[in-house]
């Protein structure tokens, strides 16, 4: 099989894989928020707690990511849409598009997520075309709202009473 139908398949197959929606936040290094949208995130450890996500190299931001102290990982609500749009798109102030302050761990924390995990970089890893940046859990805040969740690039959540506790 050729790269090109590798990718193309793989795009598909990991296309229809339902993922929840996060947007990432540091600092650069003049102190100015920066953000983006990511779906590559995933729980690691529990002892340390940590959790991990990946940002690919022709990323504007990457530096500020990958040579910060910290990140915090928004897992995103699923009546924030529009926000999850902005933070993927390019050219867009981001941040001027929705209410953020600086937590006391000097990371751009969003309101309305579902949760956030202020995190502070345990390690980096090169694979590929991207870089893996995987944190360390130092602060949890959770809202009682219904997670975002994406496949088949649409935007959906699920409400409780579809819910089924296996």
Excluded at 61 to 69: A, H, P, Q, V
Excluded at 103 to 108: I, K, V
């Amino acid at each position: 099989m050729s790269k090109e139908i590798n990718q193309t398949l793989f795009k598909e197959v990991m296309g229809n894989y339902p993922t929840g929606v996060t947007v990432v936040t540091t600092t650069d290094k003049d102190g100015n928020p920066v953000g983006l949208t990511v779906n590559s995130f995933a729980s690691v450890s529990l002892d340390p707690l940590l959790v991990l996500w990946s940002i690919d190299h022709k990323v504007t931001t990457l530096d500020s990511f990958k040579n910060g102290e910290g990140f915090a990982v928004h897992i995103l609500a699923g009546n924030q849409q529009e926000l999850c749009r902005n933070f993927a798109s390019k050219n867009v102030d981001r941040f001027s598009t929705c209410k953020w302050e600086l937590s006391e761990h000097n990371l751009p924390i969003i309101e309305g997520a579902f949760a956030v995990l202020q995190c502070k970089t345990f390690k980096t890893v090169e694979a590929g075309d991207h870089t893996i940046l995987i944190g360390e859990v130092v602060d949890i805040q959770i809202e009682q709202r219904e997670p975002m969740l994406y496949h088949r690039r649409h935007f959906s959540s699920i409400p409780p009473e579809f819910y089924v506790t296996v």
